[in-house]
């Protein structure tokens, strides 16, 4: 469990159906359920079906940012490289807009993402790409294949191409950019946990007696 709060939705035999991380919005979480009672599991996976529930109060357009790479997107990584960030967002996504209102005008968040190249793929696209262990896919197909059903969510991948970490939850500003630090530093080779290594940096930032704003 790397985000709070985490909800396991599990059949009669104990087995998980579906793994909700983070928040998620009411008509979301409750569509979330339908999937469940249902017993939709057998005809169709839980990150195919949530991209089917509509976002609300949204922009109908994807928000742009000047550091994100251009095509052709060649992911392949090389030994000693910048690690990637992959941004998946969908229109109408009310939380993608905040991410890039909030999020992503941080100072803070800005120089942690500076030791990063960073893409961004709309999750339903078919733009083509090669990804980090140097296949040629689409966004779509890859999306589907890392089995990304949360909008927005950013993958983390090392200079040898693997995924090591990612984020398919909402998040304030705060754990937003201090997941750029725990890839970027390495510090996730350390601590495994996420909420562990957050905690860690709340606690030094107490105790420098400086003013830690976990939600604005």
């Not at 928040?23 to 991209?51: T, V």
């Amino acid at each position: 469990v790397q985000f709070t709060p985490t909800i396991l939705l599990l059949d009669e035999k104990g087995n998980t159906i579906a793994r909700i991380n983070g928040y998620y919005p009411p008509h979301r979480f409750s569509a979330a359920l339908d999937y469940s009672a249902q017993r939709l599991e057998g005809k169709l996976g839980f990150a195919e079906y949530m991209k089917s529930v509509p976002q609300t109060g949204a922009s109908a357009t994807l928000n742009e940012q000047a550091f994100f790479m251009k095509p052709p997107h060649d992911l392949r990584r090389k030994a000693g490289g910048k690690p990637l960030a992959v941004l998946f967002e969908s229109r109408h996504c009310a939380a993608c807009d905040e991410l890039h209102k909030e999020g992503f005008t941080r100072a803070a968040t800005r120089a942690a993402m500076a030791r990063f190249d960073i893409a961004r793929f709309a999750l339903s696209a078919r733009d083509p790409l090669t990804t980090p262990d140097g296949r040629a896919t689409t966004a779509e197909a890859w999306g589907r294949e890392l089995k990304v059903g949360y909008t927005p969510s950013v993958l983390f991948f090392d200079d040898a191409g693997k995924e090591v970490f990612r984020l398919e939850a909402y998040l304030r500003p705060f754990h937003f950019a201090s997941s750029f630090e725990y890839v970027g530093s390495g510090a996730y080779r350390k601590e495994p946990e996420f909420q562990r290594f957050l905690q860690h940096k709340a606690d030094g930032i107490k105790e420098r007696g400086e003013k830690l704003e976990l939600w604005k």
